[in-house]
């Protein structure tokens, strides 16, 4: 590539006699999706050409040189070198982009500057050259479609508001304790004297009390027993009898001090096993499952599994498991096939085969399990499982069924806490197949019942939740009572659910401003809340409409700090970026232009293509507003460039000339003026100046000739430079009635009188001409038409003396 470069080079170089270079004063880079666009800004239209090769373009502008302040932009992931390379009046930049482009322009635009446009490839398009090369004459639809992380396409309210009172339910978790399953009564069954001798040592009425759960009955009957046993073998197995007694009926510190009494008396190996046993069961029920666990491990190791304990042992090691979480423990536990279980134990293993599916979050696993137990007798007796049931067949919308569990659970032994809110979800089940009206009061009880708990917070929300649903003219006061409970409320999830469903109903009645509010403060206060996508959805449908009415009202700042607010929003692009067109047109209001700019230039970035156009002009004028010239003309080569038959080509060519003047870039200006002019009273009339303070007397005249054809009102620095033209062009009739127009408030007074005075001059009317003289010295304020004059009459008065 090198040779090839210094040909070039030696090529442009061969040419003789003075050449005048062009200099290159500006190169501008847009980025778009897909493409990048390149702009030269030259100080006169320079000659240029390209080669390429491969993923390498270069650009060379013959007789051409740089700027010295000239700045290149960096290299990156899309052009990743530049070489800038300006040697004997020969200016070569050569560009390496990443992948091989799959298409360039490079042309000279209307304005005079030169463009790179260059259609990026990328680690597909070499591959599928040949498929591109079908598909020709294809065009691609630039089509909108769902973005799914966006929280108001996947709220099921977002089209129905209302429905969020009737459907939605925070998620609940009632936590009812794991009970241990003790082997059955009495333990001391399973040494090897067997049953037997157990039958012999209690009586039928002691078996009722035990059937009964009578525990605390027949701890008497036992210990008074044992204390009128005469023989010693018989005394020990009452009294291990007894210890288990207590541990079944929560004497817990009187049980474990029984159990650790016997074994300190080290008695004999099978009895010293049910010993441990009953002291790690007991340490699980009431004090640490996870030691519990430990002593189960090491009591394993002591019995072999033919033992007649080994099954329960076994049971209760995976309920340890399960009570503290250990679920792969548990799994390996509930696998192992080398033990024999008795009846009783196979449905419990069952059941706990069934928890264990739940624990690990196996939803249709555990649904399954537990269906295969409808039957069982010892499922409905066991509150955690029978818990975890019963919110399967709700979670699986078996409502009726779920119910009829519900009810059932209720009937169980619970503390006041679970039973509230066993008795709200079975409510809730209810109200999925019958009437709300007729719940009400159901709500209302367990409200009531339940007072300041979980349950009774709940059941105050759905209560409210059913009159509104039943009279939505009771707005105000369901207001007041969500109002109520979100103060009173300590549980997060109540409070959020109720403050979301005041800011709901301020929406609900137009009040959009007081809704947001709400909305902003339930998601700082929540950020991890079951609610916030819904609270998203909701704010995301109320901003764009919010800050438009605030801009409408002429409140910017309140805009301004709602959309600051809630930028990462607008940032996600879950708002319609049609609506950020409200936001910068309060930043152009309030003057912060710069800020305006970037915004509008953010959407040209982001919009589809057939959207882009809309925003180049507010964007300009903000640029212009900002006083930053330089961007105004950037922007509106762009926009010549990509729409040359443009909908705002005349406003943004206004601007653009008018940025230039006030550069004082008049030569640049006079080269952006098309030929002819387009039909714009602006454009024509600022032209009109251009060609005025670049001398250009006749071309003014003639575009002024144009405006006084269209009725234009002359403004008083018109009448002064139509006036001026037709006089420098010898039209002095047409100048003497424009100058006569000028007013003595005109600050170009004094120059129209001069004028008049040489006009009566030409005509032979000397004594005219030295009036208009008189006056100009007289009453002028100009210093340096007064000199003029004084001249004039002094050259006169002299000639009269000669």
Known sequence: ??????????????????????????????????????????????????????????????????????????????????????????????????????????????????VLEVLLGNRFSKSYKNLADRLKGLTILDRNSSDYSNPYVLSPYSRDWISFFSKYESPLNVDIPLRFSFPPFPTIQLLPSGKESTRQLLSPEMYALAGQGLWAQLAPLILKKLQTEPEIVQQKLLALIYSEVLARGNDFEEAFKQLHLLKEKQPEEPIEDLIIYLLALTQAIHTDPHLAGLEFKELEERISTSNPLAPYLLNSQIETALATSQYSRMNELLLRDDIGFPDQVKEIRAIRQADYWFAIKQPVKAYVAYNLLSESVLLPTRPYSLNRYCTTLYNNKKFEESAEC???????????????????????????????????????????????????????????????????????????????????????????????????????????????????????????????????????????????????????????????????????????????????????????????????????????????????????????????????????????????????????????????????????????????????????????????????????????????????????????????SLFRTEHFFQAEDMFLQVTRDNPFFNQSLYRLAELERRKGKEKNGLRFFRKIVETGRDDRWKQYAEKELQFATAASRM
């Open 1 to 114: 590539m090198k040779p090839l470069l210094t040909l070039l080079i030696i090529f442009f170089c061969m040419f003789d006699g003075p050449i005048m270079a062009s200099e290159l004063i500006k190169i501008t880079r847009v980025d778009n999706r897909d493409s990048i666009q390149l702009y030269f800004s030259f100080d006169r239209p320079p000659l240029f050409n390209e080669t390429v090769n491969e993923k390498r373009i270069n650009l060379i502008f013959p007789q051409s040189k740089i700027a010295p302040d000239l700045q290149i932009f960096e290299a990156d992931d899309k052009i990743v070198k530049i070489l800038s390379h300006d040697k004997d009046g020969v200016y070569i930049l050569s560009l390496f982009f990443r992948y091989k482009p799959q298409n360039y322009t490079f042309s000279k635009s209307a304005d005079e500057k030169i």
């Open 406 to 724: 519900y009810e059932q659970l209720s009937s169980l032994a619970l503390s006041e806490d679970s039973l509230g809110l066993v008795k709200y979800r079975l409510n809730m089940a209810r109200l999925k197949f019958q009437n709300g009206t007729s719940l009400v009061s159901d709500f209302t009880q367990i409200e009531n019942a339940f007072s300041g708990s979980e349950a009774g917070y709940r059941a105050a929300l759905k209560k409210n939740d059913l009159f509104l649903l039943q009279d939505n003219s009771r707005y105000n006061w369901a207001l007041k009572q969500y109002e109520a409970i979100s103060q009173e409320s300590i549980l997060r999830a109540v409070t959020e659910e109720a403050l979301f469903k005041q800011a709901l109903i301020y929406t609900l009645l137009g009040q959009s401003d007081k809704s947001i509010t709400l909305l902003q403060k339930l998601l700082r206060d929540f950020r991890q809340g079951d609610i916030k996508p819904t609270a998203q959805a909701l704010l995301i449908e109320l901003l764009p409409g919010e800050i438009k009415r605030l801009v409408d009202k002429k409140e910017y700042l309140k805009g301004l700090v709602l959309a600051k607010q809630n930028k990462e929003l607008f940032k996600k692009r879950w708002i319609d970026s049609v609506y950020l067109v409200d936001i910068a047109e309060a930043y152009q209001k309030i003057g912060i232009f710069d800020e305006a700019q970037q915004l509008y230039l953010y959407l040209i970035e982001i919009v589809p293509i057939d959207k882009k156009e809309q925003f180049y002009l507010p964007m300009i004028r903000a640029s212009f507003n900002h006083g930053n010239y330089s961007l105004v003309d950037d922007y509106a080569a762009q926009y010549t460039y990509n729409y040359p038959r443009g909908s705002f080509s005349d406003e943004i060519l206004l601007l653009r000339l008018q940025a230039l003047v006030a550069e004082g870039r008049l030569a640049e200006a006079l080269r952006v003026l098309p030929t002819p002019l387009p039909d714009h009273r602006g454009i024509i009339r600022l032209a009109g100046s251009l060609f005025y303070r670049t001398d250009n007397f006749r071309d003014c005249t003639r575009v002024y000739n144009i405006l006084a054809d269209s009725n234009y009102s002359f403004s008083p620095i018109d009448r002064i430079m139509y006036g001026e």
